[in-house]
C-alpha cells in the first residue's frame, strides 16, 4: 500500500469510527458517563466514585495548554524582535511577551487552585497566587532566552502557528461552551438530580453550564502542533512525536469522562473541532515555511 493510499485509509477509518462513536453517543452518553465516573444513588443521594488519575489529569489539562501558547508566545515576540531596529524595541516586545504568559500562568494556577478546592480569598492567598504565577511565567520567560537566535529563528514560525491554533480553538470552544449551555454530570450530582440531562443535540441555548464541547480534550489536541517544531535531523522523530499527541489526547478525553466532567459526544466534538483548527494551521505552516524569513 502506497502512503498516499494509506493516509486516505487511515482518514475513512477515524472518520467511520468517530461517526459510529457519535452515534453511540446520541443514545448513551449518561450510560457512559455515569458507569466511568461511579455513579451511585443511595435511596437519597447521588454521588460519584472518581479515580485519582482523573483528578490529577484535570490538573495537567490546564496545564500543558497554557505553558505551550505561553512557550509559543514567548519565542514569537522575542524571534520576531529580531526585526526591530532599536534596542528599546527589541526589549519592549520581549517584555510585552510576558504578559499574555503570566496570565495564562494565573489561569492555570486559578483552576488548579479551584479543582484542589483551595481558597484564593484575603490578601495572603491572592499574594501567593500572583508570586507564583509570576515564578512560573518567569521561568519561562528564561527558558526561552537561553534558546539559541538560530534555532529561535527555526521555531519563530511553528510558534506563530501553534499560538494561533491555541487562541482559535480558545475562542470557538468558549463560545460554543457558552451557547450550548449543556450541563456536566458532576454538577447533576451536586443538584442531586439527572432531570437536567440532555443529548447533544439539543442546545440549552446559554443556560450558564458548559459541558459541551470538552475544552479539556480540545486543548489537549493542540499538542499535535508540536511535529512542526521538528526540524533538520529531528524532523525523523515527527511520527512518534504525533503518536504520543494521539496518545495524550486519548487518555486526557477518557480522563473527563471518568471525572464525571464530560460525556462522550463533549469529548468527541472537542476533538473534531480541535483537530480541525490544528490541521488548518499545520497545513498554513507547511505551505508558508518555505516563505518566512527572519532576516
Known sequence: MNPKTKKRSLKLGASAALATGITLASRFDLAIS?????LKFNGKYFTLDVPTFASTLEIIGEWAPSVLAATSALIFASAGSENCKTQTGKVAARAGSFIPAMGLMAYASSKTAEYLNYSLGG??????????????AAILYLLVGKIPPEVKKKLFLPAAYTLAASITVLLTVSTLKTVWGRTRLRDMV?????????PWYKPNFFAGEYSFPSGHTAHATLVLMLSKWLYGKAEKYRPAVTALGYGFIALMAF????????????????????????????????HHSAKVVIS
Open 255 to 286: 480522563s473527563r469522562l471518568a471525572a464525571g466532567a464530560h460525556f462522550l459526544s463533549d469529548i468527541l466534538f472537542g476533538f473534531i473541532i480541535a483537530l480541525g483548527i490544528t490541521e488548518y494551521f499545520k497545513m498554513r505552516y507547511e
Open 190 to 198: 451536586d443538584d442531586n438530580s439527572l432531570e437536567s440531562y440532555t
Open 34 to 38: 455515569s458507569t466511568l465516573a461511579g
Open 123 to 136: 490578601i495572603m492567598g491572592r499574594m501567593m497566587f500572583a508570586a507564583f504565577s509570576f515564578a512560573i
